[in-house]
């Protein structure tokens, strides 16, 4: 069986999404952040014989995320994609108790998918060695420079609202030469106990630098202050080799696909 979750869940559901922090992460902060009843976020939940959740699907504006565990009924869940009135775009499908919640959709089809490595940084582990470059952490006074900064970031392209939001309910930084802003990095959701860093973007004229460097060396240490353990994905070699660096450890692999509708079927005459 399977419903649309509400407040009265809230215990239940970030317990069961709790039990693997680091991939559930964007539910625990979705959950933190929004709650069940958002009208950007929402929540269905699996539920097996004695009522237990075995499941947990997730919508942020158009973007899925499923968490399972054994019995999870992913059919009624692919159903609840397909059908809801908002398309979808994203699913970030780490599943596992399932190859891939991919076949389960009938109205969409992956045009692009990305595998990444998923790390985490203990506090032991911490070398914050960067160069002395000018860090600072940005407000909403930045909104409009970011949303230009990111407006044409390649595969960190953001639209406004999703620049906003880590402005408002987490933390932005920037690198600054002569008033311009050359790197940037932000935390996409935080927990309780962590934090998922995303939007680690320099543009290319800017590169090789150590902008980024100095950028995540000052939103990790923000985190760690605060008792958050940081939290990424990277798929390029050379963001891999700073992350390494800076003393993070590759914890399994993380999946994100790019969602489009299957083409209609020609008219039958």
């Known amino acids: 069986m399977i419903r649309l979750l509400?407040?009265?869940?809230?215990?239940?559901?970030?317990?069961?999404?709790?039990?693997h922090p680091a991939?559930?992460?964007?539910?625990l902060g979705n959950l933190e952040t929004l709650g069940l009843e958002s009208d950007i976020c929402q929540f269905w939940g699996s539920f097996d014989g004695n009522g237990r959740l075995n499941g947990v699907l997730n919508r942020y504006m158009d973007g899925w995320n499923i968490a399972d565990g054994p019995g999870c009924d992913y059919e009624a869940f692919g159903q609840v994609v397909d059908t809801?009135?908002?398309?979808?775009?994203?699913?970030?499908?780490?599943?596992?108790?399932?190859?891939?919640?991919?076949?389960?959709?009938?109205r969409y089809r992956a045009v692009s998918e990305v595998v990444e490595y998923l790390c985490d940084l203990d506090p032991a582990d911490f070398?914050?060695?960067?160069?002395?470059?000018?860090?600072?952490?940005?407000?909403l006074a930045d909104f409009a420079a970011l949303c230009a900064f990111y407006a044409q970031a390649e595969d960190m392209?953001?639209?406004?609202?999703?620049?906003?939001?880590?402005?408002?309910?987490?933390?932005?930084?920037?690198?600054?030469?002569?008033?311009?802003i050359v790197s940037a990095v932000l935390t996409n959701a935080e927990t309780r106990t962590a934090a998922m860093i995303g939007g680690v973007y320099t543009p290319p004229p800017h590169r090789g630098h150590g902008y980024a460097g100095a950028a995540m060396v000052a939103l990790c240490r923000s985190l760690l202050a605060?008792?958050?353990?940081?939290?990424?994905?990277?798929?390029?070699?050379?963001?891999?080799?700073?992350?390494?660096?800076?003393?993070?450890?590759?914890?399994?692999?993380?999946r994100s696909v790019r969602l489009a509708p299957m083409a209609q079927a020609p008219a039958t005459p």
């Open 6 to 19: 509400s407040n009265a869940d809230y215990e239940a559901t970030y317990a069961f999404c709790a039990q």
């Open 226 to 254: 605060d008792g958050l353990r940081p939290v990424l994905y990277y798929h390029h070699p050379a963001a891999g080799a700073i992350y390494r660096r800076l003393g993070f450890r590759e914890r399994g692999l993380w």
């Open 23 to 27: 991939l559930n992460l964007y539910f």
């Open 84 to 106: 809801h009135p908002i398309p979808a775009a994203r699913l970030q499908d780490n599943t596992r108790y399932t190859a891939s919640f991919q076949p389960y959709l009938r």
């Open 127 to 139: 070398n914050p060695v960067c160069r002395p470059w000018p860090v600072r952490r940005a407000t």
């Open 157 to 180: 392209t953001r639209t406004p609202r999703a620049v906003e939001r880590p402005l408002r309910d987490g933390r932005v930084f920037v690198v600054e030469v002569e008033g311009e």
